[in-house]
Protein backbone atom coordinates (compact mmCIF):
# COMPACT_ATOMS: atom_id res chain seq x y z
CA UNK A 1 0.00 0.00 0.00
CA UNK A 2 0.89 3.44 -0.20
CA UNK A 3 2.16 5.79 2.13
CA UNK A 4 1.29 9.75 2.06
CA UNK A 5 2.68 12.04 4.12
CA UNK A 6 2.13 15.53 4.60
CA UNK A 7 4.09 19.28 5.99
CA UNK A 8 3.54 21.05 8.04
CA UNK A 9 0.74 19.51 10.06
CA UNK A 10 -0.22 23.02 10.33
CA UNK A 11 0.23 26.31 9.38
CA UNK A 12 -0.60 29.91 9.79
CA UNK A 13 -1.02 32.61 7.55
CA UNK A 14 -1.74 36.04 6.61
CA UNK A 15 -4.56 37.23 4.12
CA UNK A 16 -3.52 37.84 1.26
CA UNK A 17 -0.05 35.70 2.06
CA UNK A 18 0.84 32.40 0.13
CA UNK A 19 0.68 28.88 1.64
CA UNK A 20 2.38 26.02 0.40
CA UNK A 21 1.76 22.61 1.82
CA UNK A 22 3.75 19.30 0.65
CA UNK A 23 2.87 15.76 0.04
CA UNK A 24 5.28 12.77 -0.45
CA UNK A 25 3.79 9.35 -1.62
CA UNK A 26 6.23 6.21 -0.37
CA UNK A 27 6.75 5.10 -3.81
CA UNK A 28 6.02 6.90 -7.06
CA UNK A 29 2.69 7.53 -8.16
CA UNK A 30 3.73 8.59 -11.73
CA UNK A 31 2.43 6.23 -14.30
CA UNK A 32 4.92 6.32 -16.77
CA UNK A 33 2.66 4.81 -19.75
CA UNK A 34 0.31 8.08 -19.61
CA UNK A 35 3.34 10.49 -17.98
CA UNK A 36 0.33 11.09 -15.19
CA UNK A 37 0.75 11.71 -11.39
CA UNK A 38 -2.28 9.76 -10.06
CA UNK A 39 -2.54 12.42 -7.23
CA UNK A 40 -5.48 14.47 -5.97
CA UNK A 41 -6.11 17.31 -3.81
CA UNK A 42 -8.70 17.88 -1.57
CA UNK A 43 -10.44 20.84 0.82
CA UNK A 44 -12.39 20.42 4.13
CA UNK A 45 -13.57 22.97 6.24
CA UNK A 46 -14.72 22.41 9.69
CA UNK A 47 -17.95 20.40 9.73
CA UNK A 48 -17.75 19.52 5.62
CA UNK A 49 -17.12 16.75 3.28
CA UNK A 50 -14.00 17.18 1.21
CA UNK A 51 -14.15 18.98 -1.66
CA UNK A 52 -12.11 17.94 -4.28
CA UNK A 53 -9.79 20.87 -5.68
CA UNK A 54 -7.04 19.24 -8.29
CA UNK A 55 -6.40 16.23 -9.52
CA UNK A 56 -3.74 14.64 -11.92
CA UNK A 57 -1.52 16.49 -9.92
CA UNK A 58 -2.49 20.01 -11.44
CA UNK A 59 -5.40 20.20 -12.85
CA UNK A 60 -7.82 22.39 -11.25
CA UNK A 61 -11.57 21.00 -10.80
CA UNK A 62 -14.18 23.61 -12.18
CA UNK A 63 -15.22 26.28 -10.09
CA UNK A 64 -12.10 26.15 -7.64
CA UNK A 65 -10.64 29.51 -7.71
CA UNK A 66 -6.97 29.93 -9.50
CA UNK A 67 -5.46 31.02 -6.10
CA UNK A 68 -5.55 26.99 -5.71
CA UNK A 69 -2.40 25.33 -8.02
CA UNK A 70 -0.48 22.11 -7.82
CA UNK A 71 2.64 20.86 -8.63
CA UNK A 72 5.64 17.89 -8.88
CA UNK A 73 5.92 14.84 -9.77
CA UNK A 74 6.72 11.22 -8.96
CA UNK A 75 6.50 11.17 -4.88
CA UNK A 76 6.77 15.00 -4.05
CA UNK A 77 3.94 17.45 -4.18
CA UNK A 78 2.70 20.47 -3.26
CA UNK A 79 -0.50 22.67 -2.81
CA UNK A 80 -0.03 26.95 -3.33
CA UNK A 81 -2.56 28.78 -2.11
CA UNK A 82 -1.55 31.96 -3.38
CA UNK A 83 -3.47 35.06 -1.96
CA UNK A 84 -4.54 33.40 1.44
CA UNK A 85 -8.59 34.21 2.05
CA UNK A 86 -11.08 33.63 4.97
CA UNK A 87 -12.93 30.91 3.29
CA UNK A 88 -9.47 29.02 2.91
CA UNK A 89 -9.16 28.17 6.84
CA UNK A 90 -9.28 24.37 6.45
CA UNK A 91 -7.18 21.27 6.46
CA UNK A 92 -6.39 20.13 3.23
CA UNK A 93 -5.80 16.10 2.47
CA UNK A 94 -3.61 14.71 -0.74
CA UNK A 95 -4.84 11.46 -1.93
CA UNK A 96 -3.26 9.19 -4.21
CA UNK A 97 -4.85 6.87 -6.76
CA UNK A 98 -2.14 5.21 -8.51
CA UNK A 99 -3.04 2.06 -6.54
CA UNK A 100 -5.82 1.54 -4.10
CA UNK A 101 -6.45 5.06 -2.18
CA UNK A 102 -4.66 6.53 0.29
CA UNK A 103 -4.51 9.90 1.97
CA UNK A 104 -2.50 11.96 3.49
CA UNK A 105 -2.87 12.77 7.15
CA UNK A 106 -3.85 16.12 6.74
CA UNK A 107 -2.24 20.06 6.94
CA UNK A 108 -4.65 22.58 8.58
CA UNK A 109 -4.22 26.21 7.56
CA UNK A 110 -5.24 29.00 9.81
CA UNK A 111 -5.14 32.70 9.52
CA UNK A 112 -2.09 34.51 11.61
CA UNK B 1 -27.22 17.06 -10.27
CA UNK B 2 -25.62 14.61 -8.41
CA UNK B 3 -26.37 13.94 -4.74
CA UNK B 4 -25.29 11.26 -2.19
CA UNK B 5 -26.48 10.68 1.03
CA UNK B 6 -25.37 8.37 3.81
CA UNK B 7 -27.73 6.54 6.54
CA UNK B 8 -27.86 4.05 8.99
CA UNK B 9 -27.40 3.86 12.97
CA UNK B 10 -25.76 6.68 14.73
CA UNK B 11 -24.99 4.14 17.11
CA UNK B 12 -24.01 0.67 17.13
CA UNK B 13 -22.23 -1.87 20.53
CA UNK B 14 -19.11 -3.45 20.44
CA UNK B 15 -19.12 -6.72 18.75
CA UNK B 16 -21.98 -5.79 16.33
CA UNK B 17 -21.78 -5.59 12.58
CA UNK B 18 -22.67 -1.92 11.07
CA UNK B 19 -24.74 -1.66 7.62
CA UNK B 20 -24.52 1.72 5.65
CA UNK B 21 -26.64 2.55 3.46
CA UNK B 22 -25.97 5.42 0.47
CA UNK B 23 -28.39 6.77 -1.73
CA UNK B 24 -27.65 7.84 -4.22
CA UNK B 25 -29.06 10.48 -7.61
CA UNK B 26 -27.51 12.58 -10.75
CA UNK B 27 -25.81 9.46 -12.18
CA UNK B 28 -26.67 5.66 -12.38
CA UNK B 29 -23.85 2.44 -10.94
CA UNK B 30 -24.63 0.59 -14.51
CA UNK B 31 -23.10 3.27 -16.51
CA UNK B 32 -19.82 2.19 -17.24
CA UNK B 33 -16.99 4.23 -15.55
CA UNK B 34 -19.27 5.06 -12.66
CA UNK B 35 -17.97 3.94 -8.97
CA UNK B 36 -18.97 4.77 -5.47
CA UNK B 37 -16.52 4.32 -2.28
CA UNK B 38 -16.85 4.01 1.41
CA UNK B 39 -14.56 6.83 3.01
CA UNK B 40 -14.26 7.05 7.00
CA UNK B 41 -13.27 10.02 9.42
CA UNK B 42 -12.62 9.38 13.30
CA UNK B 43 -13.43 13.09 15.05
CA UNK B 44 -10.42 15.17 14.52
CA UNK B 45 -8.27 12.55 12.70
CA UNK B 46 -7.66 11.85 8.98
CA UNK B 47 -10.14 10.72 5.94
CA UNK B 48 -9.46 6.68 5.66
CA UNK B 49 -10.55 4.78 2.42
CA UNK B 50 -12.65 1.93 2.78
CA UNK B 51 -13.97 -0.09 -0.05
CA UNK B 52 -15.22 0.54 -3.79
CA UNK B 53 -17.51 -0.79 -6.25
CA UNK B 54 -17.57 -0.05 -9.65
CA UNK B 55 -20.38 -0.32 -12.12
CA UNK B 56 -18.72 -3.92 -13.02
CA UNK B 57 -19.39 -4.84 -9.40
CA UNK B 58 -15.78 -5.42 -9.20
CA UNK B 59 -14.91 -4.42 -5.33
CA UNK B 60 -11.91 -2.88 -3.92
CA UNK B 61 -11.21 -2.86 0.31
CA UNK B 62 -8.75 -1.20 2.04
CA UNK B 63 -6.05 -4.20 3.36
CA UNK B 64 -6.55 -3.59 6.62
CA UNK B 65 -9.82 -3.67 7.17
CA UNK B 66 -10.90 -6.34 4.52
CA UNK B 67 -11.72 -8.98 6.96
CA UNK B 68 -14.40 -6.86 8.14
CA UNK B 69 -16.00 -5.05 5.20
CA UNK B 70 -18.72 -6.45 2.53
CA UNK B 71 -19.53 -3.57 -0.63
CA UNK B 72 -22.65 -4.33 -2.73
CA UNK B 73 -24.80 -1.96 -4.83
CA UNK B 74 -28.40 -2.36 -5.50
CA UNK B 75 -28.74 -0.66 -9.13
CA UNK B 76 -32.35 -0.16 -9.17
CA UNK B 77 -32.30 1.40 -5.79
CA UNK B 78 -29.32 3.79 -6.51
CA UNK B 79 -27.87 2.32 -3.52
CA UNK B 80 -24.43 1.26 -2.27
CA UNK B 81 -24.58 -1.07 0.50
CA UNK B 82 -21.21 -1.29 3.77
CA UNK B 83 -21.74 -3.53 6.00
CA UNK B 84 -18.39 -3.79 9.06
CA UNK B 85 -18.88 -6.51 11.22
CA UNK B 86 -16.91 -6.77 14.51
CA UNK B 87 -17.46 -3.08 15.68
CA UNK B 88 -15.15 -1.75 18.01
CA UNK B 89 -15.05 1.84 19.68
CA UNK B 90 -11.78 2.58 17.29
CA UNK B 91 -14.35 2.71 14.98
CA UNK B 92 -16.13 5.57 15.87
CA UNK B 93 -16.65 7.74 13.00
CA UNK B 94 -18.37 10.07 10.36
CA UNK B 95 -17.94 7.66 7.20
CA UNK B 96 -19.14 9.11 4.06
CA UNK B 97 -19.88 7.67 0.49
CA UNK B 98 -18.01 9.40 -2.26
CA UNK B 99 -18.24 9.04 -6.42
CA UNK B 100 -15.58 8.50 -8.94
CA UNK B 101 -15.39 8.76 -12.32
CA UNK B 102 -13.75 6.07 -14.58
CA UNK B 103 -10.74 3.80 -13.11
CA UNK B 104 -9.20 7.24 -11.94
CA UNK B 105 -9.92 6.72 -8.29
CA UNK B 106 -10.36 10.57 -6.90
CA UNK B 107 -13.41 11.67 -5.50
CA UNK B 108 -15.31 14.50 -7.49
CA UNK B 109 -18.90 14.25 -5.20
CA UNK B 110 -19.17 13.36 -1.57
CA UNK B 111 -21.86 12.86 0.76
CA UNK B 112 -22.24 14.88 3.94
CA UNK B 113 -21.40 11.80 6.06
CA UNK B 114 -23.03 10.02 8.81
CA UNK B 115 -21.58 10.11 12.28
CA UNK B 116 -21.35 6.18 13.78
CA UNK B 117 -20.54 5.90 17.66
CA UNK B 118 -19.68 2.30 18.73
CA UNK B 119 -20.85 2.33 22.50
CA UNK B 120 -21.82 -0.45 24.85
Known amino acids: DIVMAQSPDSLAVSLGERATINCKSS????????????LAWYQQRPGQPPKLLIYWASTRESGVPDRFSGSGSGTDFTLTISSLQAEDVAVYYC????????FGPGTKVDIK | QVTLRESGPALVKPTQTLTLTCTFSGFSLSTNGMCVSWVRQPPGKALEWLALIDWDDDKYYVTSLKTRLTISKDTSKNQVVLTMSNMDPVDTATYYC????????????WGQGTLVTVSS
Open chain 1, 27 to 38: QSVLYSSNNKNY
Open chain 2, 98 to 109: ARTVGADYFFDY
Open chain 1, 95 to 102: QQYYSTPS
